[in-house]
């Protein structure tokens, strides 16, 4: 019998993405009032929470406008390709800027944790992951599984379940992280000492020292983020 891992989805991106083929479609045009919430939640069978996060994003990139007690209307057209794949990129970002932020409150965590109840084994396991990260070629297809399989590692020195599903449950964001940092120059250098910092603080069962080194690379990836990604 095959078991194959449970993917986990994010329903926002679909309605963002049906949100766009509209656009695209030529359905919506500029000043367009769009359905009402319940209307479109309806539609996409889907709760109004999850309909919100979508507008916010792409609100956040000026296709949509929002204007208080009278609906959300279409800002803009896309008229081009260029537009498309911009806007797409830019939504991309914003979905892992807050990945990010997220990971600086649940990961910090989670090193934290690792810090006070990795036993010998877990360390060897950490330190086996880190090394065969430090081996990947930046051109292999498969670079990000070993980037994953690091997280993986330290989440499961927490020896808590809910946390591993956590780091699990953000792989696909991860990845897509990983990628869009991976060829700048000299970043694997820098990302090999940052994860190193993070090993050797767990090692030594230092928590606030495994925090800093972790918060530490995460600014560091959000300044390449920033610096390397499309902006409209």
């Given at each position: 019998m095959t078991i194959k891992r449970i993917k986990y989805h994010r329903v926002y991106e679909d309605v963002i993405e049906q949100i766009k083929n509209l656009i695209l479609e030529g359905n919506l045009a500029p000043g367009d009032v769009l359905p009402t919430e319940r209307e479109l939640a309806q539609a996409f069978g889907i709760?109004?929470?999850?309909?919100?996060?979508?507008?916010?994003?792409?609100e956040r990139e000026g296709l949509i406008d929002a204007r208080p007690g009278g609906?959300?209307?279409?800002?803009?057209?896309?008229?081009?390709?260029e537009d498309k794949n911009r806007?797409?990129?830019?939504?991309?970002?914003?979905?892992i800027m807050e990945l990010l932020e997220a990971r600086e409150l649940f990961e910090t965590g989670i090193v934290e944790l690792a810090a006070k109840r990795a036993t010998a084994e877990d360390i060897e396991e950490i330190e086996a992951a880190f090394e065969k990260w430090g081996e990947i070629d930046q051109e292999s297809e498969d670079r990000?599984?070993?980037?994953?399989?690091?997280?993986?590692s330290i989440a499961k020195a927490t020896h808590n379940v809910v946390l591993?599903?956590?780091?699990?449950l953000h792989m696909d964001l991860l990845q897509r992280t990983l990628s869009k940092t991976a060829?700048?120059?000299?970043?694997?250098?820098?990302?090999?000492?940052?994860h190193q910092l993070i090993v050797q603080a767990i090692k030594e069962r230092d928590p606030v020292k495994a925090k800093l080194a972790l918060l530490h690379h995460l600014g560091k990836v959000k300044e390449n983020i920033q610096k390397n990604y499309v902006h409209a």
């Open positions: 709760s109004r929470g999850t309909l919100r996060e979508a507008f916010r994003i792409l609906g959300r209307f279409l800002s803009k057209a896309l008229d081009v390709a806007i797409m990129d830019n939504i991309e970002r914003a979905t990000s599984k070993p980037d994953q399989a690091f997280h993986l591993v599903n956590m780091i699990e060829k700048i120059p000299g970043r694997k250098s820098e990302v090999y000492e940052e």
